[in-house]
């Protein structure tokens, strides 16, 4: 297992486009999370699920915020109508129950 | 809510031994983890403390007071490539984990 990966690396985008973030996951984790880190920060949460269900999301997130896994083994982020604010790195990370994280090398978002 | 307080930036020397703390308020505590991340990367797991007490692994050492809300991250001979940012982290029911914002740690020669 090559660990998490996500895709595409970087995305430039202009405001009011649509964009889809891929990751995938390390096969045998149950759980995958996404974060979303800005400059300075820590991670912030923004979603996760366990197997297929999406157990929790951020009240942070706005409706233009999406997330799927609909076969319990990779994820798309989607996020509807970018606006600046949404500039950042997202971050995909998997792991077992209770267990710590592996992080993929995230997704940088450029909204212009 | 959850409230994680930690130091902005620390500054060592090579060789040196840094401690790094950390203060939290977690509604469902399950336990705290602490990352390693360096400029442009993505975290890097480290430590995971459930139990008070001190957990050594290496150069690093992670001790947890779950009735004080606190915690410490001790690197010991410390090396140019430690510097980087170290998160403090604690987990709430359903393990899901929540981030400070980090504290920088520059080491000198």
């Known amino acids: 297992d090559t660990g998490v990966s996500q895709d595409p690396r970087h995305k430039i985008t202009k405001r009011g486009q649509n964009v889809t973030f891929r990751c995938d996951p390390i096969?045998?984790?149950?759980?995958l999370y996404w974060y979303r880190q800005t400059l300075g920060q820590g991670p912030e949460f923004l979603t996760y699920?366990?197997?297929?269900?999406?157990?929790?999301k951020s009240r942070l997130l706005s409706d233009r915020f999406s997330a799927e896994r609909p076969k319990g083994s990779f994820s798309t982020l989607e996020i509807q109508r970018t606006e600046q604010g949404d500039s950042a790195m997202y971050l995909c990370?998997?792991?077992?129950?209770?267990?710590?994280?592996?992080f993929g090398s995230g997704t940088r978002l450029t909204v212009v | 809510g959850q409230n994680i307080d930690q130091p902005t930036e620390m500054t060592a020397t090579e060789g040196a031994i840094v401690q790094i703390n950390c203060t939290y308020q977690t509604s469902g505590f399950n336990g705290l983890f602490w990352y390693q991340q360096h400029a442009g990367e993505a975290p890097t797991f480290l430590s995971y403390?459930?139990?008070?007490g001190l957990e050594e692994k290496g150069r690093f050492s992670s001790f947890l007071s779950r009735s004080k809300g606190y915690s410490y991250l001790l690197l010991k001979e410390l090396q140019m490539k430690d510097s980087a940012s170290y998160l403090c982290a604690p987990t709430s029911g359903g393990f899901k984990t929540i981030f400070g914002a980090g504290t920088r740690l520059f080491v000198k020669a």
């Open positions: 403390n459930v139990l008070d």
């Open positions: 699920f366990q197997n297929e269900a999406q157990l929790e």
């Open positions: 096969s045998e984790h149950n759980r």
């Open positions: 990370a998997s792991s077992l129950t209770g267990e710590g994280y592996t």
